[in-house]
């Protein structure tokens, strides 16, 4: 198990307050809730990076296909039309 890290964060009040409402309603520590919200945030954020970096690689490849925007919405309001 890893020994625990600490952190300083500023927050706002009304943040403060919310966080502090819902470690009691989930009998859970604030930290707990702290680490839990940053875990996820993370976890989106850094997918959302390496998908950009793979969308790149693939743009940057010399047999890269590209769609022009007209025929993409074209067929997305379509889509959305059925």
Same mark, same amino acid.
């Given at each position: 198990?890893?020994?625990?890290?600490? &952190?300083?964060?500023?927050? #706002?009040? %009304? %943040? #403060?307050?919310? !966080?502090?409402? !819902?470690?009691? *309603? %989930?009998?859970?520590? #604030?930290?707990? /809730?702290?680490?839990?919200?940053?875990?996820?945030?993370?976890?989106?954020?850094?997918? @959302?990076?390496?998908?950009? +970096? @793979? *969308?790149? +690689?693939? +743009?940057?490849?010399?047999? *890269?296909?590209? /769609?022009?925007?007209?025929? &993409?919405? +074209?067929?997305?309001? *379509?889509?959305?039309?059925?």
């Amino acid at each position: 198990m890893l020994k625990a890290a600490s &952190v300083t964060v500023r927050v #706002k009040p %009304t %943040t #403060k307050i919310r !966080l502090e409402a !819902l470690a009691q *309603a %989930t009998r859970r520590s #604030k930290s707990y /809730v702290i680490e839990e919200a940053l875990e996820l945030y993370l976890d989106v954020n850094e997918w @959302q990076i390496n998908g950009i +970096a @793979q *969308a790149l +690689a693939e +743009a940057d490849r010399p047999d *890269a296909v590209f /769609v022009d925007h007209d025929k &993409v919405l +074209a067929k997305w309001e *379509a889509k959305v039309a059925r």
